[in-house]
């Protein structure tokens, strides 16, 4: 969390890779000069706090829905990058093997291959689950026990879940 490199490279993938880097949240930052980017490093450590999402709504694809964004400010979406390096080896290691949603370096087909390899052989149940708005009605307090953390690391999760629109 610490690591100068892990915030530098936090800092280029939302700032400079990312394809809404140009997307300004609440804060209005919608792009960082060199200098600017060196002084977010200097900021980004666990606070606890957060700054509220600004709230967009965009439209389905092929329908005349639209669902809502939250587009944290860049601060934060560096910080999130930040977190997610220093977490996501941990978790990738307890995940199910067979597991392929939201996961980096799996797709779609990915899973349709593993599904065609296990019924070769004998008959099988495939799950598939819809996770439509599963994220608005998440119970926070049990997400954040699951995780299992303390201190800081709860506090800056929990900060996030909370911070509003």
């Known amino acids: 969390m610490r690591s100068w490199s892990n915030k530098v490279l936090s800092i280029r993938r939302v700032t400079q890779d990312n394809r809404g880097k140009k997307t300004a949240g609440v804060d209005g930052v919608k792009a960082l ?4 980017r060196l002084q977010l490093e200097g900021q980004l ?3 606890g706090k ?3 999402t600004l709230r967009v709504w965009i439209p389905k694809p092929g329908k005349d829905e639209k669902r809502p964004l ?14 997610k390096h220093a977490l996501e080896p941990e ?16 797709s779609c087909h990915d899973a349709i291959k593993q599904i065609k390899n296990a019924i070769q052989t004998k008959a099988k ?3 598939d689950a ?12 049990a997400l954040l026990q699951k ?9 800056q999760i929990k900060a996030w879940l909370k911070s509003g629109a």
């Open 33 to 36: 000069s060199p200098k600017a």
């Open 147 to 155: 995780l299992g953390y303390t201190g800081k690391f709860r506090q």
């Open 125 to 127: 149940f495939v799950l």
């Open 70 to 83: 939250g587009i944290p400010t860049m601060k934060d979406r560096a910080l999130q990058a930040l977190l």
């Open 50 to 52: 957060s700054r509220p």
């Open 45 to 47: 450590k666990i606070t």
């Open 130 to 141: 819809d996770i439509a708005k599963c994220f608005d009605k998440i119970d926070h307090l």
């Open 91 to 106: 978790w990738e290691a307890h995940f199910e093997k067979n597991s392929y949603g939201f996961r980096p370096g799996r």
